[in-house]
């Protein structure tokens, strides 16, 4: 299925003089508070995040999994999905791959259409945290960490072929997650299982082009339950450093023990240069992996301003690598993504909007309580107008929800795929 320009055209007609109306009245009032609305509106159409290909089909847990039905069985269809939200949000630009689950058979094919849906290959995910079929070692007490110089050197190569994978689509950065850690007192040694880890990084890192980057990303427990090893921010930074420029620390919003100060980490780790990626998500008890800002909007909130403020003061931190990082087993997978698409341009869009200079003034003179007006008066600023806005300048709808329902875009896809399907990934 692929959605025309007319179509998206017709489906803004009836929405268009509600948002105008919106939009002049929300501009006139910004624009006396001396707001640059044109660049916020610039920004936000800039703004592209990643989807993971393995996002697009119904997740599950271990307990079952129950198909929504019409899902991608191929990176083809994968990527036309993708190409699907992108047409109706304009900020779906790109895809995450996850290696084997993603190879390509065809890659001039891939590269063809994913040119044509306009989308870019974001960072390539190794897996070195399931066994695949005619692997000779298992992963099932770790990989880059394992004791047994066989194992690492089979988990060492898999993420050199992900390079090289990632290299042939025009990729320009590997992100790492390792599940290795252990789920009983005494299983492992820390400081070998660290050591390990360290050298067999510093050995991917060194088989990277030139240009390329290395996320390491860090979670605290699962699957293991006892220790992983990297496990905090501390301890990817650590490995990072030690790998060398280019490899940075890639934070999971999901990956922090409850009530961890999440945009605190992203500050001091933009300051330090070496926050390289993200992955958005929301969670009520751990990794739970749901739609972003369907949750804890307000810590959303927080950490944009965070990253607002790198981007705008902290140009020793590379541009960073955006991407979702969900899975669903209720909704229908690519309105979640749509939800979590529209959570991360509202959370922007609010940070934006935040007076730098009167925070910083304020800080100054120790005014707790305006320092806390700012922040909020951006917070509760109804931005949605400004989001779509930015959509309608490149080409996007309205309301891409309700251009989904309307285009029935599932239905097409099951008329086209069938009911009962099953895609790739977690
Ligand atoms: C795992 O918990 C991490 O969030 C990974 O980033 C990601 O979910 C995984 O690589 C996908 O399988
Ligand atoms: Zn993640
Ligand atoms: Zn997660
Ligand atoms: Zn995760």
Redesign the pocket.
Known sequence: MKIQKQQLEDLNKSGISDHKTKFNFLTQSLSKDGTDVENIINKLAEFQVAI?S?ALGAGGTRFGRFSYGGEPASLEQKIEDIGLIHSLTQTAGAVSL?IPWDVPNDYQAIKELAALNKIKFDAV?S?T?QDQKDQKETYKYGSLSNTSVAVREQAIAHNKEVIEIGNKLGSKSL?V?L?DGASFPGQNNFQTALTHTQNSLIDIYEDMPADWKMFI?Y?PY?PYFYSTVIQDWGTSLMLANGCGERAYT?V?L??HLPNTNIEQIVSILMLKGKLGGF?FNDSKYG?D?ITVGSIKPYALFLIFNELVYGMQNNPQNPELGWMI?A?HNLKDPLEDLIQSLEAIQEAYAKALLIDQNALRAAQEAHDVTRCQEILQEAYRTDVRPLVREARLKTGGVINPIAAYRKLEVREQLIKERGKNTIAT??
């Open positions: 993971p393995w996850h995910n897996n945290f992100t997650w599940a990303e979670k699962e890639l999971d999901g990956h992955h990794d992996d990082d899975s990934g977690l």
